[in-house]
């Protein structure tokens, strides 16, 4: 019989970490929602002590709000503190783009391509969670390319917060991946146009904003 490694705490820490991240961003945990460890703790089969760990990383990354008497809730998204989350990652983002698209090569151009096409079949299958790896997958190249691995852990602690926006309040750019701009921005870095791929770049962010700045808040302060 083949030896069995034990299965470590901090495994069931993370598991229930991305478990509990990708409901909240997908908005099964709703914004304001109460979250109970104990309860969470039985609905995973973990003790609680997992389960405790993990919502406190939640806490550290701005999705899980903690309350007096060691209670918690989903962070409540209003309209400003979705603009707040967008004027950071787009300053981050866009930065990111103007570094790093002159430094990326034919691979990196074509990485992004098929992070994009995983994206857009995902989207069409209806799993719009692993739709957002991909456009996240396709943005990394980007972030790599830079050569300062500082830019991609900052946008990484970002970037839940912003997905959780983006899947919540523009749900049609994940949906319609395989034709928003991330299409016409690889266009142009395929035809060799940089510039142009960072301008549509910033076309989005300014875009995006726009939705969200029209937006009414939803779901407690």
Known sequence: ???????????????????LREAI????L???????????????GLSSMPVREAVKRLVADGLVEELPRRAHRIAPL????????????EVLMVGAYELGVPQLDANGVAAMRAALDRAATHAAAGDLIEALAGINAMHEIVY?????????RVL???GPRFDRVLYLWYTE???????????DLLSALERGERAEAI????RAWRRFRAVVAARADEGPA
Request: negative net charge; hydrophobic residues 40%.
């Open 1 to 19: 019989m083949t030896p069995l490694a034990p299965i470590q705490p901090r495994y069931l820490r993370d598991q229930a970490f991305l478990s």
């Open 25 to 28: 961003v997908s908005g099964r």
């Open 30 to 44: 709703a914004p304001g929602d109460p979250l109970v460890i104990d309860s969470l703790a039985e609905t995973f």
């Open 78 to 89: 209003t309209r400003k503190t979705a603009l707040d989350v967008l004027g950071v990652m």
């Open 144 to 152: 790599a390319a830079t050569g300062n691995p500082e830019l991609g």
């Open 156 to 158: 990484s602690t970002v």
């Open 173 to 183: 750019s994940i949906v319609e991946v395989a034709t928003s701009y991330r299409h």
């Open 199 to 202: 301008e549509i770049m910033r």
